[in-house]
T-cell receptor, first 115, second 113 residues
Framework: DTEVTQTPKHLVMGMTNKKSLKCEQH?????MYWYKQKAKKPPELMFV???????INESVPSRFSPECPNSSLLNLHLHALQPEDSALYLC??????????????FGQGTRLTVV | DQQVKQNSPSLSVQEGRISILNCDYT??????FLWYKKYPAEGPTFLIS?????DKNEDGRFTVFLNKSAKHLSLHIVPSQPGDSAVYFC????????????FGTGTRLQVFP
C-alpha cells in the first residue's frame, strides 16, 4: 500500500463552523505533513509531525490545529476560518532523512471552500 | 521571497521530442533537490531527486542536471509522451531539515501528438 488517503475530497464550510480534515497512511512512514496550496501557487508547508510529535509549525494561525493520534493518522482541525483560507490542503508522508528518503508521498488533497 | 523559482509557467512540446524544465534557486545551502509531477485533482507525485554533491541523476526517461555554480537545475524528459502532460514542481531542502520542502512555482507541460 503506497497511498496517502485524505478525506473528505471536497469541503464547504461557514466561517463559524468547526470541521476536520483527515489523512491516513499505512506505509510505516515516520513523518507526516500538511501543506496548503492556493491556485497557481506552489504547495506551502504548514506542519510536520515526526514520530507523532509536532516538529515544524510554519507560523500557522491557531484556527488551524493539527493532531497526530497515531503513526498512521493525521488530522487538521479547522475553526473560525476566513474565506482567504480556501485552498487545496495536501497531506503527505515520508520515511526517513537524507537524500534517499526525502521523497514525500502526497494524498489527493481536500479542496476547502470557506463561505 | 521565493527561494525556488520556475520562470516558465508553461511549456509545449511535441510527442517524442525532449522536454526541458528549468528551475533556479537562490539559497546555496540547499542540499537536495526534487522534482514532482502533479495532475489536476491529484496530489504531487515524486519523480526524481538529486543530491548537491552530484551533477546528474538519471531514471529511465527522466534526467535531472544540477549546476551549483549557476544555482540552476533542469529536468529532461526524453522522449516526451502525452501522459507526461502535467504541472511539474521542483523542490529543495536542507540536509539538517529534510522535512522542509520548499517548492517552486511550477511549470505546466503539455505534450501534443
Amino acid at each position: 500500500d503506497t497511498e496517502v488517503t485524505q478525506t473528505p475530497k471536497h469541503l464547504v464550510m461557514g466561517m463559524t463552523n468547526k470541521k476536520s480534515l483527515k489523512c491516513e497512511q499505512h506505509m510505516g512512514h515516520r513523518a507526516m505533513y500538511w501543506y496548503k496550496q492556493k491556485a497557481k501557487k506552489p504547495p506551502e508547508l504548514m506542519f510536520v509531525y515526526s514520530y507523532e510529535k509536532l516538529s515544524i509549525n510554519e507560523s500557522v494561525p491557531s484556527r488551524f490545529s493539527p493532531e497526530c493520534p497515531n503513526s498512521s493518522l493525521l488530522n487538521l482541525h479547522l475553526h473560525a476560518l476566513q474565506p482567504e483560507d480556501s485552498a487545496l490542503y495536501l497531506c503527505a508522508s515520508s520515511q526517513g532523512r537524507g537524500a534517499s528518503n526525502t521523497e514525500a508521498f502526497f494524498g489527493q488533497g481536500t479542496r476547502l471552500t470557506v463561505v | 521571497d521565493q527561494q525556488v523559482k520556475q520562470n516558465s509557467p508553461s511549456l509545449s512540446v511535441q510527442e517524442g521530442r525532449i522536454s526541458i524544465l528549468n528551475c533556479d534557486y537562490t539559497n546555496s545551502m540547499f542540499d537536495y533537490f526534487l522534482w514532482y509531477k502533479k495532475y489536476p485533482a491529484e496530489g504531487p507525485t515524486f519523480l526524481i531527486s538529486i543530491s548537491s554533491i552530484k551533477d546528474k541523476n538519471e531514471d529511465g526517461r527522466f534526467t535531472v542536471f544540477l549546476n551549483k555554480s549557476a544555482k540552476h537545475l533542469s529536468l529532461h524528459i526524453v522522449p516526451s509522451q502525452p501522459g507526461d502532460s502535467a504541472v511539474y514542481f521542483c523542490a529543495a531542502s536542507f540536509d539538517y531539515n529534510t522535512d522542509k520542502l520548499i517548492f517552486g512555482t511550477g511549470t505546466r507541460l503539455q505534450v501534443f501528438p
